[in-house]
T-cell receptor, first 114, second 114 residues
């Protein structure tokens, strides 16, 4: 079956530090990959996505590259801000199913201190 | 463009009581999803609709949960009777019909069962 594994949290960083949140997946075929972010008390927001191997998704200074050879989609940001404090979810959407359907990782809590 | 609308935002009920959540998807989105997100975990799909038909309800606890989307637009998720372990955020989401399309989430309905 399909599954997503994220690095365990919580992650605590100082402002302007470099961020990496690891994500690996198991899926048949070539899924689309996503990072969603959930701010306190809010729903999920799409942060970035990649639909094929070697694609790089980017948004708000965050980046992730679809690596088929390592089945990974690690999230990175060069300089985090306090406002980036949130829970980050990696997810995949298999292509074989009709319509779209997401399988999520367990989430990684990020706290950025000033 | 209006996003996915959900209500109520918060609900506290006693165990064995019933509760209903409502969702209005983004206009034109044929596919509607209900996810359950237990605190500290990633969202898990409960049910997926394509227009007014059920595509996947394999993870819906059918002895207590039910969902409908009678006119192919808005949807209702019901829990009866509720158990303590049903305490979670219930996320509604929608997408266009075709595989690979981005899924957009509402802000969620937060349920506490006491």
């Amino acid at each position: 079956g399909n599954s997503v594994t994220q690095m365990e949290g919580p992650v605590t960083l100082s402002e302007e530090a470099f961020l990496t949140i690891n994500c690996t997946y198991t899926a048949t075929g070539y899924p689309s990959l996503f990072w969603y972010v959930q701010y306190p008390g809010e729903g999920l927001q799409l942060l970035l996505k990649a639909t094929k191997a070697d694609d790089k998704g980017s948004n708000k200074g965050f980046e992730a590259t679809y690596r088929k050879e390592t089945t990974s989609f690690h999230l990175e940001k060069g300089s985090v801000q306090v406002s980036d404090s949130a829970v980050y979810f990696c997810a995949l959407n298999p292509r074989e199913t009709s319509g779209s359907r997401l399988t999520f990782g367990e989430g990684t809590q990020l706290t950025v201190n000033p | 463009e209006a996003g996915v609308a959900q209500s109520p935002r918060y609900k506290i009920i006693e165990k064995r009581q019933s509760v209903a959540f409502w969702c209005n998807p983004i206009s034109g989105h044929a596919t509607l999803y209900w996810y359950q997100q237990i605190l500290g975990q990633g969202p898990k799909l409960l049910i997926q609709f394509q227009n007014n038909g059920v595509v996947d309800d394999s993870q819906l606890p059918k002895d207590r949960f039910s969902a409908e989307r009678l006119k192919g637009v808005d949807s209702t998720l019901k829990i009866q009777p509720a158990k303590l372990e049903d305490s979670a955020v219930y996320l509604c989401a929608s997408s266009l019909r075709h595989s690979g399309n981005t899924i957009y989430f509402g802000e969620g309905s937060w349920l506490t069962v006491v």
